[in-house]
T-cell receptor, first 113, second 114 residues
């Protein structure tokens, strides 16, 4: 089944404790991206990747890192999480970049205390 | 600031009625996409309309695009309880300094009452 998976689905952590949220897709898509969703603010793009080893900032990249060492994986790293990063995070992928259909993962709900 | 902005923010109608949501954007686009999100879940792609298209249909969905007004509308006909969800538009905007972002609006929360 074609899908985007994220892990973990739920995470409670404390300020400053490094964490990684994994994202994997099995559709051989080149374009992958991370979004955060907050009430009243909709979805905002954090980072995106056009292909392996090619990443770029979205609208809200501060406090986040990403890597794209393999085509299928696009982890989101929070080196020193803060409470304002409490949010619902989504990973998405697409076969032909931002202009075509995005396939979303199920989301990761993060709470930073 | 958000490229796409949906209107209204919330809409509540009776089952069987039609629901119309609007999306406005600020810069030129190539494509505009509509997505649905059931509470707390991942977004699901509904329909994509290209800048040279004016109208597109998919089942009970009808999307229009007016590039002169920089706006799009999503019409859901004969609504059902299962249509209760949030609906988002997404636009691809121009490439600025090499950046190829996809920008989502804040969404319209649609409630279908039985």
């Amino acid at each position: 089944e074609a899908q985007v998976t994220q892990n973990p689905r739920y995470l409670i952590t404390v300020t400053g404790k490094k964490l990684t949220v994994t994202c994997s897709q099995n559709m051989n898509h080149e374009y992958m991206s991370w979004y955060r969703q907050d009430p009243g603010l909709g979805l905002r793009q954090i980072y995106y990747s056009m292909n392996v080893e090619v990443t770029d900032k979205g609208d809200v990249p501060e406090g986040y890192k990403v890597s794209r060492k393999e085509k299928r994986n696009f982890p989101l790293i929070l080196e020193s999480p803060s409470p304002n990063q409490t949010s619902l995070y989504f990973c998405a992928s697409s076969s032909q970049g931002r202009r075509e259909t995005q396939y979303f993962g199920p989301g990761t709900r993060l709470l930073v205390l | 600031s958000q490229q796409g902005e949906e209107d209204p923010q919330a809409l509540s109608i009776q089952e069987g009625e039609n629901a119309t949501m609007n999306c406005s954007y600020k810069t030129s686009i190539n494509n505009l996409q509509w997505y649905r999100q059931n509470s707390g879940r991942g977004l699901v792609h509904l329909i994509l309309i290209r800048s040279n298209e004016r109208e597109k249909h998919s089942g009970r969905l009808r999307v229009t695009l007016d590039t002169s007004k920089k706006s799009s509308s999503l019409l859901i006909t004969a609504s059902r309880a299962a249509d209760t969800a949030s609906y988002f538009c997404a636009t691809d905007g121009p490439i600025i300094q090499g950046a190829q972002k996809l920008v989502f609006g804040q969404g319209t929360r649609l409630t279908i009452n039985p």
